[in-house]
């Protein structure tokens, strides 16, 4: 019993007045011989939980009360299991006794020739006598609990002594764990996170909830921000390193190539380990963004090379991924923000120019939309043409404009207004 | 100059005319047969729409070109041409449009540069999707405007050069999408604050006004960046303005960026000076000769 996983528990958790509970039925002694044969019938031996008593009705003589305790010892293990106590028969087991001796022990009255007596733990009872302390009813099924020298029954034992399990409300017969200033059902202190059983593994309270070991370790490590060796399980004080997506302790590791112990700037390849040394000595590209090593598909292009993910628009920052780029200036571009910064959209369809771009008056066009702006007739690289509010004239249409907006645009230019030739 | 030819110049002038309409003929005859979707006819001494045959049949007609021709109206049937994108009557003499013009539904481009125009009709800002719209060299002002003039959104590109404004209305604010405005050789005389909320503005022509200040909040522009152009010549604009102007366009821009102009530019508000006086002498424009 000592050793029982229950008494280890008990010993932790247990509650002062469960202490004498059990100190109580311990004390109960055995009335009669208890039937080995039944034991078979209800399993491993377990210690008695409650009393039978059967009165019976030989005339004159004391009927005897059998009183049961079914515990392997007399020890104070309490069972799970009820153990109803069955009639005894055996001549040998009644204890005659002369009459007048005998008084109730309730009512110190003696006892009439054809009475029936009820004798239990060497007291003898008249029947009527024989009834709950508290509600002074007979025993149903004659089961009764006695505590400090009291009889109850069931209920009312219940009701005044055993405890209310703090997850299912229903009263605890038997083991009782005491823990969170409530009292629980073996079964029913889980920890508040994973619902793994407590009782035998014991428990840690963390912010009022009873949690298992692991859990408040995990707990612990995100309430300050840190991670949980995923090998040991301890809390990782300064940087984890990150392997197959699990954070673990640098010193689990050594390095592949050196053997050096690991600390947390170390790198993974194709899911081995190196230090820094050993791993920048294996010529890795590096990101011409964020200057670490890339290990998967390398983009090159502007003369470096970058992860996919950081070869990206210099406008609007989003990246590449396989789609087609423009280079300008040392920098990369989308398609949208190379043609909005840079202006090759068409001026005349306003669509972006497949092909190629005819640039000039800080404007560009599609090779077939480059025209004069007043008389519509197109133009190509070799004709000459004017400028008037930033738009190409033919000489044609120039040569037609009235005199007077010819001089005031020679006069704008301050200069005789120079022939432009196409870029 | 073509007196003394007499009854030969007559005879010449009915060759000549049969020879127009025979020209003007070809190319519609031409469009027809192929199905071309874009007709030029500029040059062809065209006074009248009526001179040519059956062009409000030709819905298909994407582009049409009038340019350099003597049109003094435009009937209210162009509407018919419902498929027309692109529409170019540069240098006639046009004096009045229809209201129809603006329910063109896909009309994007629409040239009307070098013209007699002093007023527009109403709703004339309707067009649906009107990205390119030349009224340079007109006789327009702030007036002639309809009240929607400044609701066509869909611009990109707006020329008003060589008209009669004294002022740019604060509604061209509305104008969110406009990456050219051209108010160059007006007579107007201040810049609303509203032009430095284009986002996308990248050609400012501003020359040859009667501008003395520059809004603070055009310094939001990026203008001075590539491709993006500010013309400010020709205004007789306060003292530090110029001295900017002297050195550089970028210069006034990083000058009315600071504090010390916002200041100024306050207190010449308050101040409320008199406007300049028109220096621009329009008698010659070929826009205010009448028939």
């Known amino acids: 019993m000592e050793s029982s996983p229950f008494h280890k528990q008990h010993q932790e958790t247990a509650h002062p007045l469960y202490e004498n509970l059990e100190s109580a039925l311990a004390n109960l002694s055995i009335e009669s011989e208890y039937d080995v044969a039944e034991y078979g019938v209800l399993g491993p031996p377990v210690p008695p939980r409650r009393n039978q008593i059967r009165a019976s009705t030989p005339n004159g003589s004391l009927s005897s009360g059998s009183l049961r305790e079914s515990g392997s010892s007399g020890g104070g293990g309490i069972p799970d299991i009820p153990v109803l106590a069955t009639p005894v028969n055996d001549p040998s087991s009644s204890i005659v006794m002369s009459l007048s001796s005998m008084i109730c022990h309730r009512c110190n009255e003696g006892f009439e020739p054809h009475e029936k007596i009820v004798k239990s733990h060497g007291e003898t009872w008249h029947q009527q006598c024989f009834v709950c302390a508290q509600c002074f009813k007979p025993f149903p099924d004659g089961i009764f609990y006695e505590f400090e020298g009291r009889k109850y029954c069931e209920h009312d034992f219940h009701v005044l002594y055993a405890p209310s399990c703090g997850k299912c409300n229903e009263f605890i017969i038997g083991r009782v764990i005491k823990a969170m200033n409530k009292s629980w059902h073996p079964h029913c202190f889980c920890c508040e996170i994973c619902n793994q059983c407590l009782s035998d593994s014991g428990f840690i309270k963390n912010a009022n909830r009873a949690l298992c070991h692991d859990c408040n370790a995990r707990e612990k490590a995100a309430a300050i921000g840190k991670h949980i060796c995923y090998k040991c399980h301890g809390i990782i004080d300064d940087k984890p390193l990150k392997w197959r997506n699990e954070p673990f302790h640098a010193y689990h590791f050594n390095c592949t190539t050196c053997s050096a112990e690991l600390t947390s700037d170390a790198r993974e390849l194709k899911g081995d380990l190196y230090c820094l040394r050993c791993h920048d000595k294996m010529g890795i590209p590096i990101c011409g963004a964020c200057r670490r090593p890339i290990e998967e598909r390398v983009v090159t292009a502007l003369g470096k090379h970058f992860h996919v993910e950081h070869f990206v628009c210099a406008k609007c920052e989003k990246p590449f991924m396989g789609h087609k780029h423009f280079e300008k200036k040392g920098l990369a571009y989308c398609e949208t923000h190379y043609h909005q910064l840079f202006g090759n959209l068409c001026y005349t369809c306003n669509k972006v120019i497949e092909g190629d771009v005819f640039t000039a008056l800080e404007k560009a066009w599609c090779v077939n939309h480059f025209a004069c702006s007043i008389c519509n007739d197109k133009m190509n690289q070799k004709t000459k043409f004017y400028e008037l509010d930033l738009k190409p004239v033919c000489k044609r249409c120039y040569e037609k404009l009235p005199s007077e907006l010819r001089k005031r645009i020679q006069k704008l230019h301050k200069i005789p207004p120079k022939k432009q030739q196409m870029t | ?291």
Not at chain 2, 58 to 80: D, F, R, Y
Not at chain 2, 175 to 195: A, C, G, K, M, Y
């Open chain 2, 1 to 291: 100059m073509s007196g003394g030819k007499g009854g030969a110049c007559n005879g010449c002038a009915n060759l000549l005319d049969f020879n127009k309409t025979a020209k003007i003929r070809k190319v519609i005859d031409d469009a027809r047969e192929k199905g071309s979707t874009e007709i030029d006819l500029k040059e062809k001494n065209i006074h009248r729409f009526e001179e040519i045959p059956g062009i409000f049949n030709m819905e298909w007609i994407t582009g049409l070109s009038l340019a350099h021709n003597n049109l003094k109206t435009v009937p209210a049937s162009i509407s018919n041409l419902y498929n027309l994108e692109y529409l170019n009557m540069y240098n006639n003499h046009l004096e009045e449009l229809p209201s129809t013009i603006s329910t063109l539904p896909k009309l994007k481009i629409l040239i009307l540069a070098m013209n007699r125009l002093s007023v527009l009709p109403r709703g004339f800002g309707g067009f649906a999707v009107l990205e390119v719209l030349d009224l340079s060299y007109n006789n327009l002002n702030e007036a002639s405007l309809p009240n929607n003039f400044w609701s066509m959104t869909t611009l990109r590109a707006l020329y008003l050069s060589d008209n009669d404004f004294e002022t740019i209305p604060s509604e061209v604010g509305n104008l969110t999408d406009i990456q050219i405005l051209s108010f160059r050789e007006n007579d107007v005389v201040s810049i609303p604050r509203e032009i430095g909320s284009f986002g996308r503005l990248r050609e400012l022509h501003l020359q040859g006004n009667r501008l003395t200040l520059i809004p603070p909040e055009l310094g939001q522009l990026d203008l001075v960046t590539q491709r993006c152009i500010i013309r400010l010549e020709n205004n007789p604009w306060i003292q530090p303005i110029a001295d900017q102007l002297e050195v550089g366009v970028s210069h006034v821009i990083d000058f009315i960026r600071t504090d010390q102009y916002r200041y100024i530019y306050e207190k010449q508000l308050q101040q409320g000076t008199t406007a300049p006086p028109k220096t621009n002498d329009k008698s010659k424009k070929i826009s205010r000769r009448t028939s």
